[in-house]
């Protein structure tokens, strides 16, 4: 129950103005949060826009800011305890769970990454 209030929680903040003025935001109900992503779980749904959107920075030109921020690597040192867990981390363990391997060279073909996007969707693990 918890996770499932989690996500439609993230889903609220993801589109909190659709239909709405700019200067009025409101607060999406639980129905039309289900209707926005097709009763699926909110969850997975978000993973997967996640995973979609990853394919689609992959493919982008190196010279595109998107594609370098992802692949930046920052120089210097860290805080001190547990690092932070970054965003392509949290992807990587999605697609371990998924059991996707060499998902690099998989995104730069299309119809496979929508193969993948689709399966995330549906995957029970996630």
């Not at 918890?2 to 103005?17: A, F, I, V, Y």
């Not at 209707?35 to 996640?50: A, C, M, P, Q, W």
């Amino acid at each position: 129950m918890k996770k499932e209030q989690n996500g439609r929680e993230s889903l609220r903040r993801l589109k909190p103005t659709v239909g709405c003025n700019a200067s009025k935001r409101r607060r999406r109900s639980t129905k039309s949060l289900n209707e926005l992503v097709g009763n699926t779980d909110t969850v997975r749904f978000i993973k997967s826009r996640r995973i979609a959107w990853l394919g689609h920075v992959m493919r982008m030109d190196d010279k595109r800011t998107p594609k370098r921020i992802l692949q930046w690597k920052p120089i210097g040192t860290r805080i001190t305890g547990r690092p932070r867990k970054r965003w392509i981390a949290d992807i990587e363990e999605d697609m371990q769970m998924m059991g996707i391997r060499r998902w690099r060279k998989r995104c730069e073909e299309r119809a496979e990454w929508k193969r993948i996007t689709e399966k995330a969707k549906t995957h029970s693990g996630l």
